[in-house]
């Protein structure tokens, strides 16, 4: 593993072993002293072309309990040569020698052109609609934490698909690790073809009984306007996630930030059947480390050994 | 002490413990290495939903000499479900295991409600118009480090007190250390009933050279506006702090940023009469000490030891 | 060396030093662990009146790599009272007691105002129209990692000069060193008498091939609503340094962010004979040594001995 673009591009293996480190740190995050000395020294870069508190200050602290050093840049992208100027700025912040480049970019692939471009391992914390593969890991790892392996359990995915790189990742990360995927919402926002990736589609709820799991999407405003819905009202009553429409059993995912009272009901995110908090602590444990294993452990830099026991972080 | 939320919630005998290792503090910071290991490895978040440049930067570099990992979210509260978005905001940062939260809202009981949330230190940066604690005690730090006790000393607060959470706590704060506290502006300026807390109202600075210490409150622009004062001219002429009104003996305070030539006059910023950098470096001594009692002291927490010396941080 | 100021405050040794201790911290930078403990437990802070993140991020990353811990302001000037509310908040941050304030203002001499107010040592990081001190060092730094000494080399500086602090400080450096420099641009984009500092001026590019390093300026677009120059295509048509124009042995240099196809060309930008990444790693290391020699180095402060082995960075 020398960068992480795509979920497409991992192994079954690969995820095992991300999610495996990934409960050592989260067990170091549960610590009084939440830090270890893995990248001291060490540079990360955090390049974010669209507004994230979220998955940017989750990088940010992630990087720091590693002991690296952050620079973070928050770019607005301009409105022409925007390959480009990406490539320059790129460019500039490469010649600091990072040990890592974690970049969020409106255009599909820009993590991809990254690579081409600089030494540095490339994290792609979203690009355009196209892939998050951070946010499907750390979905898993939340999962792992409450029950377990994925395999055999049947998830939903509901809710505007069609414009969602969280759907395009998670499904197939759950659909690599077993899971049977259902992906529900208005046929308007459900691409086309979808079913041969090997999900199932839905336009109702109405069978969302069978669901272990209901990861619910966020629902952009903007798709209002553009007349993907009809309205919110109309789209929250036939696709919220909320407490009349499931059973205490099946759990409910939401990758944040959530509108409440839209796609999901206020009932269902403070309950014990949502993991949503558990994605966000999940979230910090996973990027560490995904980090650790790209820079750690990865075959492409001069580090002979780890500098962390394995399993010992500390 | 789980939280800081609210100079009402203190005793005296906190504050003077919060004073006394305030002052260890300050002292750290006038040695070439201003840093003490105290909470290594532990988490603090800055939460911003007003600009802030003074209090949060004083925050964050206090955690950053106490060897904490910073997060600093800077939001801008958005016009709908203010409440509710807060609350969501808070525990996706909560799921961090923050040691603390440091939080500045525009709603007062916006900290007091994150209590309810959080497992984490909360500490009020300024609530609305209500408190503003940790100002308040830094105050006290930068007269104590100048004159001692302020036990029968004679304050004064001038300006907008309506408006002012730095008032609300410093009238609290220097009253309950046995000060004697008058505040002083125009009548639209001062609140109702405000006698009742034990302090003194005038509508002038006629008798002002009765005061030890005249804190000046910053006059919003905004005021004027709101038909609050007639013009910042007319307020200035009858209200600024400026040496002609003084004599030597008078210090002077103000909470920063100041405008000069409105509410304070330039001759007086600069004099040595004035404690405004005073103030500013005690600030940071103060929110260390605020940090230390609340993490490193707390009972809340699984640590039972100090990290750190008492007295003698290193 | 108390401050860093101007390029004109420095002797040729001075510089020297300079260049050497950051080929140190740029041997330093090729490492894995890029960091060292010289300014463990000092604060920088950096106060930025214009928007720029290459200088900041880079200043910052220095401090960081330098271990100090960093305090970033951003400020946006504003409009009225701009040199009093520079000093009331350069005073509220020198209450922190900073090693060092690194200063960009949109006003010729802010930095030198800041050294009558307060004792941290002040780095100038672009004042105005008139000098950018670090990135005329930079600039020497990469050269002399590419060419060795400049001594009886030629460089030409292209465009913009006018407005340039980058032009001022460069061409102050370069003829220090024992460059021959050239300036050429419109005659509207060439100060007045420039020609008393000792280069040559040219109003096209015909003779071009004489240089041994061409620096290109960045074109502002505002100039050309403000008619210094005829329409963009025009001044590129005359004053584009692209491959057309140079023969391969020559070096380019531009002090970014490059405007792609209107000062320089593609071609040129992504070349061998390109410094520009080089000019930003160099600026990494230069600002570390700046810092390094203004802090750890300077007789202005307590500190007896060096912190860090001289030659010998770890």
Redesign the interface.
């Known amino acids: 593993m020398k960068h992480l673009l795509s979920i497409e591009d991992l192994t079954q293996d690969e995820i095992e072993g991300l999610l495996e480190r990934a409960e050592s740190f989260a067990e170091v995050?549960?610590?009084?002293?939440?830090?270890v000395p893995a990248l001291?020294?060490?540079?990360v870069v955090t390049l974010f072309y669209e507004a994230s508190?979220?998955t940017s200050?989750?990088f940010?602290?992630a990087a720091?309990?590693l002991s690296a050093?952050v620079?973070s840049?928050k770019?607005s992208g301009s409105s022409v040569?925007k390959g480009?100027?990406l490539k320059?700025?790129v460019?500039?912040?490469?010649?600091?020698?990072p040990a890592a480049i974690v970049i969020r970019h409106p255009h599909a692939g820009a993590a991809q052109m990254l690579t081409q471009w600089v030494d540095a391992a490339v994290v792609n914390a979203g690009d355009g609609m196209r892939q998050h593969p951070s946010q499907a890991l750390l979905d898993l790892l939340a999962l792992r934490q409450r029950i377990g392996s994925v395999e055999g359990k049947k998830i939903w995915i509901v809710g505007d698909v069609l414009h969602s790189r969280v759907a395009r990742s998670n499904i197939q990360a759950f659909m690599m690790m077993g899971a049977e995927v259902t992906v529900a919402g208005p046929p308007t926002l459900i691409p086309r073809r979808i079913e041969e990736t090997g999900c199932q589609v839905r336009h109702s709820l109405d069978e969302i009984e069978e669901a272990d799991v209901v990861y619910s999407l966020r629902m952009q405003r903007e798709r209002m306007k553009e007349s993907f819905v009809p309205s919110i009202r109309e789209y929250a009553r036939l696709f919220q996630i909320n407490s009349r429409r499931l059973n205490p059993r099946q759990l409910v995912m939401h990758p944040?930030?959530?509108n409440?009272g839209v796609e999901i009901g206020?009932d269902v995110?403070d309950s014990d059947r949502s993991l949503?908090?558990?994605?966000?602590?999940s979230?910090?444990a996973m990027r560490m480390a995904i980090l650790f294993e790209l820079l750690a452990h990865g075959d492409h830099?001069?580090?002979a050994e780890s500098p962390l026991p394995i399993g010992e972080p500390a």
Chains 1, 2, 3 share one sequence.
Not at 30 to 35: A, C, E, Q, V
Not at 91 to 97: C, F, G, I, K
């Open positions: 995050s549960r610590r009084d002293i939440k830090k001291r020294g060490r540079t508190t979220r200050s989750s940010e602290l720091k309990r050093d620079v840049v770019a040569d480009e100027s320059d700025t460019e500039t912040l490469s010649a600091y020698d944040g930030p959530v409440r206020a995110i949503i908090s558990d994605q966000v602590s979230g910090l830099r001069e580090t």
